[in-house]
């Protein structure tokens, strides 16, 4: 049964195909293609400031952001929309490192902070906070980060056995969110129909309401995780190449795939306490990326970009897609989860 | 039956019982089965005596708790021997197919396109009772299994990553399309706060007999493709050399697990990890011999679900949970235990 | 890279002009063509404190579980959230128009379109809903206009007085107070004696409930009947969760013949409530006591919220206490 091990790296089989002859044409490429994508990211981003329920002008919305305008122009223009905007943006962009993180470790497509459990826990951390504990926002917050938190130790710990192997990691995990998940089922099933549609709205992951102090603290705590991110991309890519090559390379495997996991979870972290559990980013931003830019293995920039395109795409067409506004993180998944379907089924076309 | 079961595995080899030793633990595993059976008529929510049982079952008792027995205790254990049944086989059938050990019903997004179904019955036609949701919890997975078989099919195979993949993507479109529905409409999030559970409580038994033929018609499908997944198991090519007929292997293999899939939903629900786990036990007791993996997952996981069952009506007394949540809670923890085995790490 | 200039100058914007906003938004919202009336104000205590109002506001959203009391109270609300089918369907006619011709302003999961309710211009905003909901956009409500929040623990009566006296229909509360006493008293002197010694139940089985699992209902409608009309009903230990939300199998339908009535819910024609048809069609329902000799009442409860519904329940018990055979 050990046939079975190479045929879950998918990721891997790219990197053989396309050799590094051309590797300084790939780099400008990867530049051009996160240029378009931030370009296309501003578009979107005017545009969400200009249109919603309540009717502005553009100059009106253009007054509003240069201070020209008070009362409810200005708290719309100001107050509302542009944080709003603000924290696609930047929780987007902090899932698409965060899956790119995950992926490249576990050398799996299938990768993300929801692998480890992360998602799960942190929903069930606040269904304990809103349904047993009727607790206010603060301790929802605190409820969420310390299940997700604690769930993700808890399945490296499982996993962790002379080494984390990539492929333990994710079974331990699969488990313990399946486990969790029922949890959840049950705890949504014994509370009153009002808190558990206030929770599963919660746990769909959401930017209504989301004001300037969320995005000014999330963002602050996601550029200095990026940090650290960006000094462990070198090892990161050279552990693609597996674990013996990085060490003989001179990589220090295990403190780094540590690392690399406390980053990629604290991103994701950092989002879900600001929004709740926005799915479906992590997991195709990095896909994305990697095909829009024709790199070998997973890099970060082209990720970060995607995600937040895809996160400011899929709120503006969460507030006016339904009569009613709904929850982004359910656009998210069904873009994410369409547009990676989209790519497996004109992968399998040109396979021979 | 050796002669179907190549012993070309590999390096990975493990020291696998030979087959008398497999037919003890076959006929140890019935046993089991057949004590589980009894003791899910035996214990409940409520006390009953065990004479008062043995009276409403085989005698005309009069007191009030005869109904207890025959109308919800006896078909309740005949509902989750079925179900059982038909997820531990459908969970060897599809990890047999895409030579996965992730693979499981709920990974390949079976789940989230019958709660779909059935979510748009409720919220958007007005379905309101469970043999109406039934058939649309059937039909939804029939759908969504077919779909990502495909969608993870080449033209020379299927690749196992791929469907997998495909999996997650139709369980994720669908599952967010759900909670759209859902968020909007409080009716449809009500009705369907039970059903994502998985629970084979108060299933009157008439339920089971429409299902019952598709589930003949499957067991009888995976027998006859158990020998050539076996060589399939080994890859494509080495399977053709051994004059399996892949497609029609695939085809046959693949109604079958649907069909077991499917009416298990349409059934009980979602109800996770019996798929997944019963055919890891049984692989890592018998070794990679498709046809005894199926026979110890057709015992097992009834077992498995029964046993679950028994747990969720006697921990919360009065109330019960849902079967589906305790599989969760039994089988991780297990799931979890194998894995970290190092022989079993490479499943 | 455009935009992360952008946001920063907002977010410099932002705090500049913090505080000054406050002070605007209320200049701005008198400004804002909504008349003289909101000059006037009066203050009403609420979960989010003492809040000045309009003394006659106009333009009311009802945000949450306050929509159907306060248009059980005669109001017309601007803009509501959304109400379930099911709730809509026992609304009398006049109430649905009314719901009706509000503008839908978001679901009832504290998803709220904020743009939409401030296009509204409403000059109260009367919101039930939980707490972190109230957290995610209580702030943002409260720039539009005055806005009242009372948290889902609420308890209806003093729920009712707080909106009649917030959205001005006082006259309809007392009214509608004055019959429910009155209902009340009737039923404790007509069936004093049969109440007496008289052991209750009160069953239900709602959409949410596994197939083949009921619940003790002791909150809802039977609240009322234990704790206003007196009827000897079962409740759940203090600080344990309610009896409702434990789901019970089948199996311990039989359980139930230690009570002298069982009540169960009915639709407003007297049919057991859709939800409920399994329980009575189980042997086992048949087979009781109380059930065979008649002792088992269906009863209507279109909402427990507010006056109207829980007159219409009274009404309901009333007639179904009247078919109880006298005491053996």
Known sequence: ??????????????????????????????????????????????????????????????????????????????????????????FGAALGVSGAVFQSLLRNPLADPGVIGFSQGSYTGALIVILVVNGTYVQLVGGALLGGMATAVAVYVLAHRRGVQGFRLIIVGIGVSAMLGSLNTWLILKADLDQAMSAAAWGAGSLNGVSWDQVVIGGACIAVLLLPAGMLSRPMRQMELGDDAAASQGVRVSPARLGLIVVGVALTATVTAASGPIAFISLVAPQIGRRLAHT??????????????????????????????LPVGVITVVLGGGYLGYLLFTEVRRRP | MTALAPRQDGPGTETVPGPRRRLVGLVVALVVLVVLLVLSVMIGSTAIAPSVVWDALFHSSTGIDRFAIRDFRLPRTIVGLVVGVALGLSGALIQALTRNPLADPGVLGVHAGASFAV???????????????????????????????????????SSPVVVVLAGVCAGAVLGGAREALQLTNPDAFDAMRYWNAGSIVGRPIEVVWPILPFFAVALILALAVSGPLNALALGDELAVAQGVRLVRTRVLAVIALTLLAGGATAIAGPIGFVGLMVPHVARWIVGPHQRWIFAYSILLAPSLLLVSDILGRVVMRPGEIPVGIVTAFVGAPVLVALVRRKKASGL | MSNTSLTRRGAALAAALMSASLVLTACGSDGDGTGDKTAETRSVKADNGTIEIPVDPQRIVTIGNTNLPFIDLGGEPVGVTEVSASDLDVLPEKQRTAYEAAEIVGSNGGEVDLEKLAGLKPDLILVQFHSNDWDKVGKRLETIAPTLLWGLDTEW????DAIAEAGNVADALSRQKAEYEEKVAKIQETYGKIIDGTSFVDV?????????????????????????????????????????????????????????????????????????????????????????????????????????????????????????????
């Open chain 3, 157 to 160: 009566k003093a729920f009712a």
């Open chain 2, 119 to 157: 979510t748009v019955a409720v919220g958007l036609l007005g379905v309101r009772d469970a043999q109406g949701y039934m058939w649309f919890a059937f039909a939804g997975t029939l759908i969504v299994t077919l779909l990502v078989l495909a969608l993870g099919s080449t033209r020379q195979g």
């Open chain 1, 1 to 90: 049964m050990s046939t079975h091990i190479p045929r879950v790296d998918f990721g891997r089989r790219v990197l053989v195909l396309r050799h590094r002859r051309i590797a300084v044409r790939l780099l400008w490429r990867s530049v051009v293609v996160c240029a378009v994508l931030a370009v296309a990211v501003a578009v979107t981003a005017v545009l969400a400031l200009m249109t919603g329920s309540y009717q502005l002008s553009p100059g009106q919305v253009l007054s509003a952001l240069t201070g020209r305008e008070t009362g409810i122009v200005h708290d719309v223009v100001v107050e509302w929309r542009l944080p709003r905007v603000a924290a696609a943006l930047v």
């Open chain 1, 296 to 325: 070998a293995g997973i890099t970060l920039a082209p990720a970060a970009f995607v995600g937040a395109l895809l996160c400011l795409v899929s709120d503006h067409l969460a507030q006016h897609v339904a009569p009613t506004p």
């Open chain 3, 204 to 328: 239900s089985r709602g959409d949410w409930n596994d197939p083949g699992t009921f619940y003790i209902a002791d909150i809802g409608c039977s609240e009322i009947a234990r704790d206003d009309v007196g009827l000897d009903l079962p409740e759940a230990a203090e600080g344990k969760d309610p009896l409702a939300y434990e789901s019970l199998p089948f199996e311990q339908i039989g359980g139930l013949s230690k009570y002298d009535v069982i009540t169960y819910p009915v639709d407003a024609e007297g049919r057991p409530a859709e939800p409920f048809v399994p329980v009575v069609e189980t042997n086992t329902w048949k087979a009781l006591p109380a059930v065979s000799s008649g002792r088992a009442l269906g009863v209507f409860c279109p909402g427990n919220n507010s006056y109207g519904p829980v007159i219409r329940y009274l009404d309901s018990l009333d007639s179904a206490l009247a078919t109880l055979p006298a005491k053996k």
